[in-house]
């Protein structure tokens, strides 16, 4: 299906200010243990938080020759869109408005967290997460009114 597919797969690293490469290593192994394929793009779980790894995580997907989400923190040159939005948060007006923005030549990121709600999960992003759904489709919508093409991060 992936192959098939236009879509990425990648790495949401779980890490501490305290972690280093062999953390991410470890983690990147059980990733291709699991899929049999390496990711596509490495990003970080809660990356707000995570200020003083960003660096390191770069410096680690350049050893590996893949994709790093785009932090404005990160000072590290590396593969990756100009600029990401976490839409989850945000209303949709807002999300047009950056997307009205975008320059010519140029990839962005929109990030949603969709899915269904789940009445045994405790994730403070539970009920969003049908809701991003339909942002994704009145976004999706205005992309394509706007003549925006569509990648991931395997195509960048």
């Known amino acids: 299906m992936y192959a098939k597919n236009n879509f990425s797969l990648g790495l949401h690293l779980e890490v501490s200010e305290a972690d280093d490469e062999a953390t991410y290593q470890s983690q990147w192994n059980m990733f291709e243990q699991l899929l049999s394929i390496p990711p596509d793009y490495i990003d970080v779980h809660k990356g707000h938080f995570q200020n003083a790894t960003f660096n390191s995580i770069a410096e680690f997907c350049l050893q590996k020759r893949v994709r790093f989400r785009k ?14 939005l976490t839409a989850t948060f945000k209303e949709l007006g807002a999300i047009k408005e950056w997307i009205a923005n975008f320059k010519t030549n ?3 990121e929109l990030v949603f967290h969709i899915g269904s ?20 489709k009145h976004v999706h919508e205005f992309i394509s009114d706007k003549n925006i093409s569509i990648t991931n991060y395997k195509s960048l």
């Not at 932090?71 to 990401?84: I, R």
């Open 106 to 108: 140029s990839t962005y």
């Open 117 to 136: 709600f789940d009445p045994d999960s405790k994730s403070s992003l539970n009920k969003d997460r049908e809701l991003d759904i339909e942002k994704l």
């Open 71 to 84: 932090y404005k923190e990160t000072t590290v040159n590396v593969s990756s869109p100009e600029s990401s």
